[in-house]
């Protein structure tokens, strides 16, 4: 399902003197089966925006299209649009609240009215798409680690089997380890499934290896969008919203005040960055 988005405006508790322009005339399009990340300081929008797009509030002007949904002001189809959209949002693992891990990954799929059967099947399968192994299923999900409790609550919105997965910091708070873990895992599903994915996040270097297209909000608006090639290019331009340059994209630029041709600054990986250097290297060793 494409997202277009379209002179978007979100004003929180307006005529009120705690008024709040949240999104201001925002445009942005994502396509159908993409992994965007969307960044921008803190207070920019992101927030609200992923909320807008999940139908759980209504824009206060402008549009978001959702396949053939439509999400203006007074729209009827929010309630249609969340049976789509999936959205973790940040620490999800304060929401857990039942006695074991298989009945709170069911909640979500029992209560959209699924036979026993369904559920199950969808509880077996979110589980396992999330790499945790059946045998917790019993356990309470307040006796896992920190890593594994995220794991259960992305399961519950997995299970609803949405087109569109939305992730706010989803790695807020876990180890390295955990970290690279579950971003792997979410860019597997994005990749066997086709699923679009909407990561908000802080982390740079997240956004550069595992999105193929960024959108950096400041002040309720989007003010750059592009690949992660294009994007980090404007070092500049990131300075003015407070964002840093991936790791791997300091140490490149590092590299080319010492070699020439430059290596390019559309490396986003140590495997690839690895690969280009070795090939440099066997040219230099064979001439
Ligand atoms: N429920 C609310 N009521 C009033 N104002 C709000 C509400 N939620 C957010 N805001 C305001 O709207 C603006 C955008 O907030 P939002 O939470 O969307 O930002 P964000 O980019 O997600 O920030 P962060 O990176 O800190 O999560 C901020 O100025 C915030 O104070
Ligand atoms: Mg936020």
Do not use: W
């Amino acid at each position: 399902m494409e997202i277009v988005i379209k002179n978007l405006n979100h004003i929180y508790m307006p005529g009120t003197p705690f008024e709040r322009q949240a999104l201001q005339d925002l445009n942005m399009q994502i396509s159908s089966g993409s992994f965007v990340a969307i960044l921008g300081q803190t207070g920019s929008g992101k927030s609200t925006l992923i909320q807008l797009i999940a139908g759980l509030m209504s824009p206060t002007s402008g549009n978001i299209q959702i396949g053939s949904y439509h999400l203006t002001p007074n729209s009827k189809e929010r309630l249609a649009v969340r049976k789509h959209v999936g959205v973790v949002f940040q620490y999800p693992e304060h929401q857990l609240f039942e006695e074991t891990v298989v009945k709170d990954i069911a909640f979500g799929p029992r209560n959209q009215g699924l036979s026993e059967k369904e559920v199950t099947e969808r509880v077996q399968m979110a589980m396992e798409m999330v790499g945790l192994s059946p045998e917790l299923g019993d356990r309470s999900p307040f006796q896992l680690s920190g890593g594994q409790m995220r794991r259960v609550a992305i399961a519950g919105v997995l299970a609803l089997s949405p087109e569109i997965l939305i992730l706010d910091e989803p790695t807020a708070g876990l180890d390295p380890h955990g970290k690279s873990e579950l971003l792997n895992t979410i860019s597997k599903l994005h990749k066997e499934r086709q699923m679009t994915v909407i990561l908000v996040t802080h982390d740079m270097n997240d956004a550069a290896r595992f999105a193929d297209y960024l959108f950096v909000l400041a002040r309720g608006t989007c003010e750059l969008e592009g690949t992660p090639g294009d994007v980090f290019k404007e070092q500049d331009h990131l300075v003015q919203f407070a964002l840093d340059l991936p790791d791997i994209t300091r140490l490149i630029n590092q590299l080319n005040r010492q070699i020439h041709p430059p290596i390019p600054t559309n490396i986003f990986s140590m495997n690839e960055l690895e690969n280009h250097l070795i090939e440099r290297l066997k040219k230099v060793v064979s001439l």
